[in-house]
């Protein structure tokens, strides 16, 4: 990744309303990874283009139905993505973290939001509008060769997540779905993590299933030594014992 420089370094303006004055906020936009290799030349063309927004815990950053009218990406702060079932019942889908982006179907499409998006801490978000993300989307190299492998490994997920679905056995189901969310090691020797849990309600809801099953599945885990909580998350202490659960050994 290439190092912040002057060039880069962006202190959002004064505004009413959400819009960011935060104390003279600074942000590297290389920090942000979809931007990170942009040039000098493009983030110049990039700076006035971003618009700063603040959210307090539990505001909706964005609706779903609303129109896809920029890209977003998460600078501080904790998001969730949520969709609501016919029923009125709020279903959490994945959390979002600084550096992350979202809102990019949408824009892409030129369709509307198909998802919610909510604080789940106080926030600051930078915003792009849709012609400018698009046209980063096709003029900067390293940007579409990042959005096709985001997109690629979206897919990838989504496929996972139908087949987890198909299992009829409600503890495999969960098992399965910790393996789908956990992250590789940052370091060899580290062991691996679930961060950014969503809560056992939404795991229930997302699976199709208790939140007492999800508790109680959990705890079992625990009780075998195969996961513990940690101060960032699940930490996977047992991972071919875990994997053994999924396959029904």
Same mark, same amino acid.
């Given at each position: 990744?290439?190092?912040?420089?002057?060039?880069?370094?962006?202190?959002? =303006?004064?505004?009413?309303?959400?819009?960011?004055?935060?104390?003279?906020?600074?942000?590297?936009?290389?920090?942000? %990874?979809?931007?990170?290799?942009?040039?000098?030349?493009?983030?110049?063309?990039?700076? =006035?283009?971003?618009?700063?927004?603040?959210?307090?815990?539990?505001?909706?950053?964005?609706?779903?139905?609303?129109?896809?009218?920029?890209?977003?990406?998460?600078?501080?702060?904790?998001?969730?993505?949520?969709?609501?079932?016919?029923?009125?019942?709020?279903?959490?889908? &994945? #959390?979002?973290? =600084?550096?992350?982006?979202?809102?990019?179907?949408?824009?892409?499409?030129?369709?509307?939001?198909?998802? *919610?998006? /909510?604080?789940? *801490?106080?926030?600051?978000?930078?915003?792009?509008?849709? %012609?400018?993300?698009?046209?980063?989307? +096709?003029? *900067?190299? +390293? /940007?579409?060769?990042? #959005?096709? &492998?985001?997109?690629?490994?979206?897919?990838?997920?989504?496929?996972?997540?139908?087949?987890?679905?198909?299992?009829?056995?409600?503890? &495999? $189901?969960?098992?399965?779905?910790?393996?789908? #969310?956990?992250? =590789?090691?940052?370091?060899? @020797?580290?062991?691996? #993590?679930?961060?950014?849990?969503?809560?056992?309600?939404?795991?229930?809801?997302?699976?199709?299933? *208790? $939140?007492?099953? /999800?508790?109680?599945?959990?705890?079992?885990?625990?009780?075998?030594?195969?996961?513990?909580?940690?101060?960032?998350?699940? /930490?996977?202490?047992?991972?071919?014992?875990?994997?053994?659960?999924?396959? @029904?050994?």
């Amino acid at each position: 990744m290439n190092k912040p420089t002057n060039t880069d370094q962006l202190a959002p =303006p004064a505004a009413e309303g959400n819009e960011a004055s935060a104390q003279n906020v600074q942000v590297h936009l290389r920090r942000i %990874p979809l931007l990170a290799g942009l040039s000098d030349e493009e983030v110049q063309r990039l700076k =006035p283009e971003l618009r700063f927004r603040q959210y307090a815990k539990r505001d909706i950053v964005l609706q779903k139905g609303a129109a896809g009218d920029g890209l977003l990406f998460l600078l501080s702060g904790q998001l969730q993505v949520i969709d609501v079932t016919e029923d009125g019942r709020a279903i959490g889908l &994945r #959390m979002l973290a =600084p550096g992350d982006f979202f809102g990019e179907i949408a824009v892409i499409n030129g369709s509307q939001r198909t998802a *919610s998006v /909510v604080a789940m *801490s106080a926030v600051l978000v930078a915003f792009l509008p849709a %012609p400018a993300a698009l046209h980063l989307f +096709s003029h *900067s190299p +390293s /940007v579409a060769n990042l #959005m096709l &492998r985001h997109l690629a490994a979206k897919i990838q997920r989504d496929s996972e997540f139908r087949s987890l679905l198909s299992i009829n056995n409600t503890t &495999r $189901r969960i098992y399965t779905y910790l393996v789908q #969310m956990k992250s =590789p090691s940052e370091q060899p @020797g580290e062991p691996e #993590m679930v961060k950014n849990l969503p809560t056992h309600q939404d795991i229930a809801n997302m699976i199709n299933t *208790s $939140r007492e099953t /999800v508790t109680r599945a959990l705890t079992s885990l625990v009780q075998q030594g195969i996961i513990q909580k940690g101060s960032q998350g699940l /930490v996977i202490v047992d991972p071919q014992g875990l994997q053994k659960l999924v396959e @029904g050994s």
